[in-house]
């Protein structure tokens, strides 16, 4: 089980939440849909002059 990324179609199994505004910023997608990796995600920020702060914690977060 795990998502796939849209972006390379690698599997990833890890959770991550992002603010509806900040994906919408980096992914140009309304409503928080899509699926990407970290490291994609991350590249496509970059890309876009922004600078991810990622935060690890042990317990997963409600998922939507
Ligand atoms: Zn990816």
Do not use: F
């Not at 179609?9 to 939440?17: A, L, N, Q, S």
């Not at 997608?29 to 920020?45: F, M, Q, T, V």
Request: proline share 3%.
């Amino acid at each position: 089980m795990g998502e796939h990324c849209q972006i390379c179609g690698k599997e990833y199994d890890y959770v991550y939440k992002v603010s509806d505004k900040l994906w919408k910023k980096i992914t140009g997608i309304k409503n928080g849909s899509g699926l990407r990796c970290i490291p994609c995600l991350d590249k496509e920020a970059r890309e876009k002059g922004i600078v991810i702060y990622w935060e690890g914690k042990l317990d997963e977060p409600n998922r939507i």
